[in-house]
């Protein structure tokens, strides 16, 4: 197909290539958690296929409009260590383009995250959310006003930064069975999060591909005051194996287990998401995905700086780097094997 006829390609052509209605197109896309594993992979098989990328959304240009050297960046959690390396990969891209940074936290809230961009529109030239909990379309209205990147988020129509987690999670998934495990549980993340729809579904993927029995368990937010609360169920319906949303959750999890007298990883093997410094140094050392935030910082600074000063493609076709798994002292053949 050539690069006309994928520029051509709509919303609608992608629901008839994959069968699905383009409510379900929009879900995928906007709402994983939303839609059957099996829909998803077709569905993005199909936009992959015909070149599908979503028509960019604009900012409206005004005649006042001046550059102000200065870039925002909204994050959802300043003492959790990915938003640190995420606001470092920008900071020194910015840097290295003379732009400043002005960095503030939503604390996961999605109005509060609204009315932080709004009040900084006019300081600054450009807007990147990280990890937004926002709804697609108020991202796409906030995008219209100024310049905008999604990092750790796909939107459609907004220049998105993501990591496929994918392979890495598999991998991590095919270990757990390697190793014996016949039964997972996924320690959920929050509800809003783009990223744990995503993770659930590729997570009981694996298991079904592999004839493992599956189970979720939500989490109550933040997880370090309700850690009864989220993980009492758990020894109700206990799993050899377990993934958590993130290594905050699977560190919490496993001091929950050693204080209930359940053995890392003789018992139950544990493996996080994110690769934070003190998962090596967590006793055990903590199996986990490792994410590169400093890198999408970056991507995602380079990018919006782009747009600004209308340098190279204006596209809101996404960027998606990798993920590792990493196995550590964490997890360990089943028990009974």
């Known amino acids: 197909?050539?690069?006309?006829?994928?520029?051509?390609?709509?919303?609608?052509?992608?629901?008839q290539e994959a069968g699905v209605s383009i409510a379900t197109v929009s879900r995928?896309?906007?709402?994983?958690?939303?839609?059957?594993?099996?829909?998803?992979?077709r569905v993005r098989d199909a936009a992959e296929r015909l070149g599908y990328h979503a028509k960019p959304v604009k900012p409206v240009r005004r005649d006042d409009e001046r550059l102000r050297g200065l870039v925002a960046l909204v994050i959802h959690d300043l003492e959790y260590t990915t938003s640190a390396q995420l606001a470092r990969g920008v900071q020194q891209?910015?840097?290295?383009?003379?732009?400043?940074?002005?960095?503030?936290?939503?604390?996961?809230?999605?109005?509060?995250?609204?009315?932080?961009?709004?009040?900084?529109?006019?300081?600054?030239?450009?807007?990147?959310?990280?990890?937004?909990?926002?709804?697609?379309?108020?991202?796409?209205?906030?995008?219209?006003?100024?310049?905008l990147v999604s990092q750790n988020r796909m939107v459609s129509g907004v220049k998105s930064i993501v990591v496929d987690e994918s392979l890495a999670l598999t991998e991590a998934v095919d270990a757990l069975c390697r190793l014996g495990h016949r039964r997972l549980t996924y320690l959920g993340g929050p509800d809003r999060s783009w990223q744990n729809g995503l993770r659930r579904n590729i997570i009981t993927h694996a298991c079904e591909e592999r004839d493992m029995a599956f189970q979720r368990m939500r989490v109550v937010?933040?997880?370090?005051?309700?850690?009864?609360?989220?993980?009492?169920?758990?020894?109700?319906?206990?799993?050899s194996a377990v993934i958590a949303f993130d290594d905050a959750v699977a560190m919490?999890?496993?001091?929950?287990?050693i204080d209930n007298g359940v053995r890392v990883p003789r018992d139950?093997?544990?493996?996080?998401?994110?690769?934070?410094?003190?998962?090596?140094?967590?006793?055990?050392?903590?199996?986990?995905i490792d994410v590169p935030r400093y890198e999408t910082g970056r991507l995602a600074a380079s990018a919006l700086i782009g747009k600004?000063?209308?340098?190279?493609?204006?596209?809101a076709a996404p960027v998606s780097v990798g993920a590792e798994f990493l196995p550590r002292n964490s997890i360990g053949p089943a028990p009974n094997q």
């Open 268 to 288: 139950v093997s544990v493996v996080g998401v994110d690769n934070v410094p003190t998962s090596r140094l967590f006793t055990p050392s903590l199996s986990t």
């Open 221 to 239: 937010e933040p997880v370090e005051r309700h850690r009864k609360e989220s993980f009492a169920p758990f020894l109700d319906r206990p799993t």
């Open 28 to 41: 995928t896309f906007s709402q994983p958690n939303r839609v059957n594993v099996h829909t998803l992979q």
């Open 1 to 15: 197909m050539s690069s006309d006829e994928r520029g051509s390609v709509t919303i609608w052509d992608v629901a």
């Open 252 to 257: 919490e999890f496993i001091l929950f287990l």
């Open 93 to 147: 891209l910015c840097e290295s383009k003379n732009f400043g940074l002005l960095v503030s936290d939503s604390g996961g809230n999605p109005e509060r995250e609204i009315a932080i961009v709004r009040r900084s529109l006019a300081h600054v030239d450009g807007v990147i959310l990280g990890s937004s909990r926002m709804a697609d379309s108020t991202i796409r209205k906030l995008a219209q006003l100024k310049p």
């Open 308 to 315: 600004i000063l209308h340098i190279g493609e204006d596209d």
